[in-house]
């Protein structure tokens, strides 16, 4: 009875050293995994300069200028500063590992599928872990995993990154001169923003709404104002109708109308970007209510 008494106090102390362990364990496991190295100590507010490379492609240039992201090549225009910003995170991602980069060949670093350049500092993109999909990237003397959305961020298609709304954050609408287009012509019409925030039709005649104006209004702000796609324009010296936006600064910007059907396609003249819109909206922007018939 004794032995019996001693074995099952053996097993006892067996099954709690084992239990012991179990739950010590995982616990170090979760403490490795959570370790987590920053890839750079680059302060992304002072990023100026952004240039892509895939090999046997053209390199894709952007540079801030006056707080607003510029792309200068393959295309020139304004930035999509999301898009860009996407691609600037690189530099504060975090990784579960950090590796010596003294073998990059390993990683497929010896002959990246991309590099972004931050500045004057390199992210190189190498091949993908097996293990987890991530990425490794090469910054400094180290290497890193990081996920595959940087890379694909930066390996979209160059015009996706221009920026789709015709007009920048800071330009303020304050009026608008559609005498140039075909329903308008007879009647000059202008649109005047007063400092109340009503709407000043140029026509004499003409008895708007203040709330169907304000309205119609909405879809010109820069929030909506965003076409459907943007690329460079192809030189074309046939006449053709236009309108005119009237800024706060006082500047004036001209968009040539080349069709409204079946799509609307509009070509900003001073960065000469031609810009695509559906063809309901087209219809709706540039006939206002304005109160009379033209």
Same mark, same amino acid.
């Given at each position: =009875? ?67 992201? =510029? =792309? ?21 991602a ?15 670093? +010896? ?15 190498? =091949? ?25 961020n ?24 559609f ?12 649109l ?12 004499a ?17 820069w ?46 003249? +001073? ?24």
């Amino acid at each position: =009875m004794k032995s019996r008494w001693l074995l099952n106090l053996v097993l006892l102390v067996a099954v709690a050293g084992l239990a012991l362990f179990v739950y010590l364990r995982p616990k170090t496991e979760v403490a490795v995994s959570q370790q987590s190295f920053q890839v750079s100590a680059i302060d992304i507010d002072k990023v100026t300069k952004v240039s892509i490379e895939v090999p046997a492609k053209k390199p894709v240039v952007f540079e801030r200028q006056h707080g607003q992201w =510029m =792309m200068l090549q393959p295309f020139q225009g304004r930035a999509n500063p999301v898009e860009v910003g996407s691609i600037i995170a690189v530099a504060i991602a975090s990784s579960s590992e950090k590796l010596p980069a003294d073998d990059p060949a390993k990683f497929g670093l +010896d002959h990246p599928q991309l590099t972004v350049h931050l500045n004057d500092e390199a992210f190189s993109f190498g =091949m993908y872990n097996p293990v987890g999909g991530e990425q490794f990237v090469g910054h400094g003397n180290a290497i890193y995993t990081v996920s595959n959305s940087f890379s694909q961020n930066a390996t979209i298609q160059p015009l996706e990154l221009l920026d789709k709304h015709p007009l920048a954050r800071d330009e303020t609408i304050v009026g608008f001169d559609f005498s140039a287009l075909e329903q308008w012509q007879s009647s000059h019409l202008n649109l005047d923003l007063q400092a109340d925030g009503a709407w000043k039709v140029s026509a004499a005649s003409a008895k708007p709404n203040q709330n169907d104006l304000k309205d119609w209004f909405e879809g010109w702000e820069w929030e909506h104002f965003q076409a459907t796609s943007v690329e460079p324009a192809q030189p074309d010296h046939s006449p053709h109708p236009f309108l005119i936006v009237k800024l706060k600064d006082g500047k004036k910007v001209k968009f040539i109308k080349l069709q409204e059907s079946p799509e609307l396609l509009l070509v900003r003249e +001073d960065e000469q970007l031609e810009y695509h819109f559906p063809q309901d909206f087209g219809f709706t922007a540039l006939n206002p209510p304005a109160g009379f018939k033209p």
